[in-house]
């Protein structure tokens, strides 16, 4: 199996050049990117391998988050449907997630109490997000993320 960092330096270059490859295609064309996926049996089992990767990513690596934040962000949604969409994934990802590492022990009551605390903080943040997402247009919103 490869080490830990191996993975991330790999998604790392993947996200990077999808990226880039995605932005070129929403800036300069003025268009949302296009799968070419003209079955809705395909398009079915392309959103189920982008969630599939994107939960062995974060289990491994705990980067599944960049997998969907690209293909959510090339899809052409509106920055607040796009958060929306981005939080709610997250958030059943972070739940499973929470769940395994209770069972197996790996988190403590100490980093769960930890993690309460830090709950204001967080909301804060997001808080602040929002206010700042107001602020940009759609393409301005695209770019940033």
Avoid: C
């Amino acid at each position: 199996m490869a080490p830990p960092n191996t993975v991330r330096i790999i998604i790392g270059i993947i996200a990077i050049l999808y990226a880039v490859r995605a932005l070129y295609i929403r800036i300069r064309k003025k268009q949302v990117i296009n799968f070419n996926i003209k079955s809705k049996s395909n398009l079915i089992l392309w959103k189920f391998l982008i969630g599939f990767f994107a939960g062995i990513s974060s289990a491994v690596a705990n980067s599944g988050g960049i997998i969907i934040t690209i293909y959510l962000a090339t899809i052409g949604l509106t920055k607040e449907t796009f958060v929306a969409t981005l939080t709610s994934l997250l958030l059943i990802g972070d739940i499973s997630k929470f769940v395994f590492y209770i069972h197996f022990h790996i988190l403590t009551k100490n980093l769960i109490l930890i993690g309460f605390l830090l709950i204001p903080i967080a909301l804060s943040g997001s808080l602040i997000g929002r206010q700042l997402m107001n602020k940009l247009s759609d393409k301005q919103y695209t770019i940033y993320i």
